[in-house]
Structures are given as structure tokens and as C-alpha cells.
């Protein structure tokens, strides 16, 4: 995949982890849009602070162009991100179509939604219901 792909398909997801892990791309991104330094610089110190839902709302409103500012530095500095580094952490398990049965415990189900959490599933739906001892989820 190339950049403007991945751009495409990680979006945010780019522009946070080069605003926590590129100090280059930190400096020319807060020259770039100053009005959120003090966004970056905190997220940049604590990626969990609520300054982050203020980086994704920027981004949300002026996507095409921060977008653009994006592709174009990972052109010029195509090392500041790990692609198969930053691929592994985002990468998603589609799990539309899939039936899963468990054992009708506590244990199980925590195990599965921690399995939910730790693969980063992804589906629309999850449907559920029992079968004897067992639970079936259903996910669309």
C-alpha cells in the first residue's frame, strides 16, 4: 500500500501516532496549525489526555487538508513512521459472518471480550443466544 492508501485507510490514526512519535512531524504540524500547540504538546506527553478527542475534532473539520499536510511529509520523511510497526498495532480483525460458542460462565465471556479488545474486532452487530451449556454470538 502506498502512502496516500494508507492515509486513506488510517487517517487519524497516522496523524496521532506521528503527533506522539515524531518530533519532526510534531514541530512542522504545530507550525502548520497553531492554534493546536498546546493540544499536541499534551498528547504528545499523555496520548489518553482529553486533548485528544480536540486533535480528532481538528482533523475531522479540515481532513482533506491535514490529510494533504500528512501524505506530503511521509514523502519527504518516509522513516518517521514504521508502516509494519504501525500496521501490527492498528490492524483490525474483521469478524462479520463469524458464529462463536462459548461455555455459559463468567469466565468465558470475559475471556472472549477481552479476546474482542486485544484482536480489535470488528463488526456492525453481535447477536447472542444459548445453545444447552453454551453461549452463541452472532456477529454481522
Known amino acids: 500500500m502506498n502512502i496516500l492508501e494508507n492515509q486513506k485507510k488510517y487517517g487519524i490514526k497516522i496523524v496521532l501516532e506521528l ?3 515524531s518530533k519532526l512531524y510534531y514541530d512542522e504540524y504545530v507550525k502548520k496549525y497553531p492554534t493546536n500547540i498546546a493540544n499536541a504538546l499534551s498528547f504528545s506527553k499523555n496520548p489518553n489526555c482529553t486533548c485528544r478527542n480536540a486533535l480528532i475534532k481538528h482533523y475531522n473539520e479540515n481532513k482533506v487538508e491535514v490529510d494533504k499536510f500528512t501524505t506530503d511529509f511521509l514523502e519527504i520523511h518516509p522513516s518517521e513512521l514504521v508502516w509494519s510497526d504501525f500496521e501490527k498495532k492498528h490492524a483490525q480483525k474483521n469478524m462479520i459472518g463469524s458464529i462463536i460458542k462459548i461455555d455459559k460462565t463468567e469466565t468465558a465471556y ?3 471480550t477481552e479476546k474482542m479488545q486485544s484482536e480489535k474486532w470488528v463488526f456492525r452487530q453481535m ?3 444459548v445453545d444447552g451449556d453454551k453461549y452463541v454470538f452472532f456477529f454481522a
Open 19 to 21: 503527533i506522539g512519535g
Open 110 to 112: 470475559k475471556e472472549l
Open 127 to 129: 447477536t447472542s443466544t
